[in-house]
């Protein structure tokens, strides 16, 4: 290979390995600012045409989202008793990469309709790609050569290293760190390690992990982690992990799980059997409070979290076997609900006035948002067997993740 080759090789390396996220890229949970909202899509007639299937790869069991940057999607999925993080060439689907380690996991009886693989989304940040497996085995991987940068375990620091049903919160990055919520259940610690070293910056021990992700909120002028724990809803510090923050909050069977939606000075919760709710923080001498300021019970989310756009709360119900619904964020008025009988869950993604729906039957369903309800656009089933991890919409194609297959559709122009 000529020299100049190889210097085009590495300029393309520090490029992928240095430059943020671009409009395109879908980097951790829920998307580039993780919060359900997808950027560059094609429109409402493209979607309702029938879809190309450009690949389908055999990648493991598994939950998990699919992360992408650039022209590379990553996974992590289980393949035997082990868990594979592998790199894919977006276009073709060609393995770039893959790196392995055992993970041997007993399911919790109660929840092995939901396989052994694991369920939390990776996170790319400043060159690297960070896992959480179902066990709670944490992974910092080179995202150019899949090279092992460090690895946690924490089989000798909490009696169990997972909650009852597996761990599920996926990782969150900020600056210099990656946060995760770690241990099992009755003690567990929401901690920030070294992106770069592994090293433990901070530890927040107040409780064990829930199944929520967590998201990164600056109210009343501190950067804080907000998120649901096992038996709470807490705020800390980005900073150092102190806690500013936290009201008691559990849901029947342990199962906090929706990730909070900030709303201007507003955090927005909810839980199975706990309607929806949103919270205002005060500050006073250093003291801090929550305020509720409005509870809706009509609707209640379960293990979907909503999305947002302007002051419109799209989510779905468990309530009535399955609905979605819209709520104003302002007050918790319930603008619409949906026909009833929709499923036992959706993952939902929104785009200007675009709302995606994938729900557990690989049924993707794409609507038109008309300020007064939803206007069904089109109706795709994507997959043959169920579709728990939440898709990946680029331009007019998706990523979606079933059991065991990764698949990329296209959407052609007619």
């Known amino acids: ?115 052994k693989g694991p369920k939390s989304t990776p996170v790319i940040h ?47 990055a900020a600056g210099d760190r990656v946060i995760v919520h ?6 567990g610690a929401l901690r920030a390690y070294s992106l770069d070293s592994g090293e433990l910056i901070w530890s927040w021990d107040g409780d064990g992990p829930g199944y929520a992700s967590p998201v990164l909120a600056k109210l009343g002028g501190v950067e804080q982690i907000v998120t649901q724990s096992q038996d709470k809803i807490i705020g800390v510090a980005l900073a150092d992990g102190s806690e500013l923050w936290q009201i008691p909050f559990s849901t029947p069977h342990v199962q906090n799980i929706v990730t909070p939606i900030v709303f201007g000075d507003l955090l927005v919760f909810s839980g199975l059997q706990k309607g929806t709710f949103a919270l205002r923080l005060k500050e006073a001498n250093g003291h801090w409070s929550t305020e509720e300021v409005w509870n809706n019970s009509e609707v209640s989310s379960y293990m979907s979290s909503p999305v947002l756009e302007g002051n419109s709360l799209f989510g779905f119900s468990h309530y009535k076997k399955g609905q979605l619904f819209c709520l104003d964020a302002r007050n918790g008025e319930s603008l619409w609900t949906g026909p009833g009988r929709q499923g036992e869950s959706a993952a939902l993604i929104l785009s200007k006035q675009l709302l995606f729906v994938l729900d557990t039957d690989a049924e993707f369903l794409v609507y038109q948002n008309s300020g007064e309800g939803l206007k069904p656009v089109a109706e795709h089933n994507l997959a043959d067997s169920p579709t728990w991890a939440h898709p990946v919409v680029l331009g007019s194609r998706v990523l979606i993740k079933d059991i065991s297959n990764l698949t990329l559709w296209d959407f052609p122009a007619r």
């Open 1 to 115: 290979m000529g020299n100049w080759k190889i210097c085009l090789i590495l300029i393309a390396l520090v490029f992928l390995v240095h430059s943020p996220a671009q409009p395109g890229d879908w980097p951790q949970w829920r998307g580039p600012e993780r919060n359900g909202i997808a950027s560059d899509v094609a429109g409402a007639e493209r979607w309702s045409g029938s879809p190309t299937r450009l690949w389908r790869k055999e990648i493991g069991s598994g939950h998990s989202s699919p992360v992408v940057l650039g022209d590379r999607v990553y996974t992590h999925s289980r393949q035997g008793e082990e868990e594979v993080i592998s790199c894919f060439d977006l276009s073709n689907g060609e393995i770039i990469w893959q790196s392995r380690y055992p993970a041997p996991y007993k399911m919790n009886s109660a929840a092995t309709g939901h396989g």
């Open 126 to 172: 400043r060159g690297k790609l960070v896992t959480l497996g179902i066990s709670g085995i944490l992974s910092c991987s080179n995202l150019v050569s899949g090279e092992t940068v460090w690895r946690h375990d924490f089989s000798g620091v909490f009696e169990t290293t997972s909650p009852l049903y597996g761990t599920a919160m996926s990782p969150i």
């Open 182 to 187: 770690v241990g099992g259940h009755g003690q």
